[in-house]
């Protein structure tokens, strides 16, 4: 018996639905589905699994139309996006933020895809914010989604928006620091840049890896090329480059941050000097007094007198006084 009919449920299933032309609320279905029809019935399947279910890749084997390379799209566990046009497929591995039951966060997901003309499958290893906007919005209008492609262009799409939405809490964040470069507000501000540089680094790089495979994609051959992807491709890019320019500006303002507060810690580290300088040199000449008359030697002036340490506290303060008028007359102070 092949695998699609051994088990009772599907391994890693987080979700399955069917979309039909025509009907604005798409099929549930749940993860006993019978799997010898899942692939088979009339409109598109969009089928969601767990990578942490060690079976997934046993039961991906038979699932019809998918080649050597788009089950091993699916199934890999590398950190880097890819995107393939093959045998009129679309597979590879998106860019995507992790989300949090608590809270939305910054740590980059990886979702992988195949997309043919009748199914989308996707799987990843842990939960995406974009996959489930996406979802919402299925389940809304079901009726706006005609093909698996245009579910593949609505999850680039809620990974672009998630992306603006990170831009502007980046933005609000350097924000902060530019009020403590150009202010007086606390010094703990100055460690929270090195962490956003960070974000913002790994967001251009993985985002302008997207962008490139996207126009490399979008150049293949029209027999390889599922059926208006170019379409697709074209609308996508034009999207990603507007938050590139967005992420890329952002990057010039963090460096030039740096390079502010660099200054500013430089300026800061100077003026300590300074002072130190001018203190070393006000308290030299006191140094050299009290190190002469401390001196066990035989025959130190003012040893015999009764008003010797007068003469002495004396000499160290007209020893500041010479100081002070010498570091006025070069102008150091």
Excluded: C
């Excluded at 579910?151 to 403590?180: A, C, G, Y």
């Excluded at 507007?242 to 030039?256: I, K, P, S, W």
């Excluded at 300590?272 to 070393?280: D, G, K, W």
Aim: charged content about 25%; aromatic content about 8%; cysteine-free.
């Amino acid at each position: 018996m092949n695998t699609l009919t051994s088990a009772t449920t599907i391994p890693g299933f987080v979700w399955a639905y069917r979309l039909r032309p025509g009907s604005s609320k798409p099929e549930r279905l749940p993860d006993d589905t019978d799997r010898s029809t899942l692939f088979g019935e009339e409109g598109f399947l969009w089928l969601h699994l767990n990578l942490v279910d060690a079976r997934v890749p046993a039961f991906l084997e038979d699932a019809p139309g998918l080649n050597e390379a788009a089950r091993i799209a699916l199934t890999t566990h590398e950190s880097h996006a890819t995107l393939t046009v093959d045998d009129q497929m679309l597979f590879g591995t998106l860019v995507d933020f992790q989300r949090d039951f608590a809270q939305d966060t910054r740590d980059i997901g990886w979702l992988h895809f195949v997309v043919t003309d009748r199914m989308l499958i996707t799987s990843r290893l842990q939960p995406l914010r974009s996959l489930d906007r996406a979802r919402v919005l299925i389940e809304k209008n079901a009726s706006r989604f005609s093909r698996p492609l245009d579910i593949f262009e609505l999850l680039v799409v809620e990974f672009q928006r998630t992306l603006i939405s990170v831009v502007i809490e980046i933005s609000e964040e350097l924000n902060l620091i530019e009020d403590f470069v150009h202010g007086n507000t606390s010094r703990d501000e100055r460690t929270r840049l090195p962490s956003v540089r960070r974000t913002i680094v790994r967001l251009h790089r993985h985002l302008r890896t997207v962008l490139s495979l996207m126009r490399h994609a979008a150049a293949s051959d029209d027999e390889e090329m599922p059926l208006g992807f170019e379409d697709v491709a074209g609308r996508l890019t034009g999207r990603l480059e507007a938050v590139d320019h967005d992420v890329f500006a952002l990057q010039e303002r963090a460096r030039l941050l740096h390079e502010e507060i660099g200054a500013k810690l430089s300026s800061e580290i100077n003026r300590h000097l300074y002072i130190l300088s001018i203190m070393t040199a006000f308290l030299l000449p006191p140094t050299l007094v009290t190190g002469f008359f401390g001196m066990n030697t035989s025959g130190l002036p003012l040893a015999g007198g009764a008003s010797g340490t007068g003469y002495a506290v004396g000499f160290i303060v007209a020893s500041m006084l010479l100081a002070w008028w010498l570091l006025k007359r070069v102008n150091i102070l």
